[in-house]
């Protein structure tokens, strides 16, 4: 089980841009394939992107071109940097494994991303 603290989140207009940062600590991070989740207000937590341990990525495609998923394994560090943001992006925005929908984690606290119109 992975333990991350997330960071970077805030209140934007539509338009702007936001650079979500996680620490993560508790794995072998460098073998462990990270993403980025989010849930709206009376939505389900939904998988944003995801980043495997060999650099790949994948993004759900109300976000792709938007948004850009990063890692430096040195730093134990994975960044969603986001483009283009409209309110619809609005949620707690959280970090974990990849695999974290389909087989249940903890999750953490998360960061609050609020985009006005």
């Known amino acids: 089980q992975v333990q991350v603290v997330e960071s970077g989140g805030g209140l934007v207009q539509s338009g702007g841009s936001l650079r979500l940062s996680c620490e993560a600590s508790g794995v072998i991070f460098s073998n462990t394939d990270m993403g980025w989740f989010r849930q709206a207000p009376g939505n389900e937590r939904e998988l944003v992107a995801v980043?495997?341990?060999?650099?790949?990525?994948m993004y759900r495609s109300s976000v792709e071109g938007r948004f850009t998923i990063s890692r430096v394994n040195a730093n134990n560090t994975v960044t969603l940097q986001m483009n283009s943001l409209n309110p619809e992006d609005t949620g707690v925005y959280y970090c974990n494994e990849d695999t974290c929908l389909a087989k249940g984690c903890d999750w953490g606290q998360g960061t609050q991303v609020t985009v006005s119109s």
């Open positions: 980043i495997s341990s060999d650099g790949s990525t």
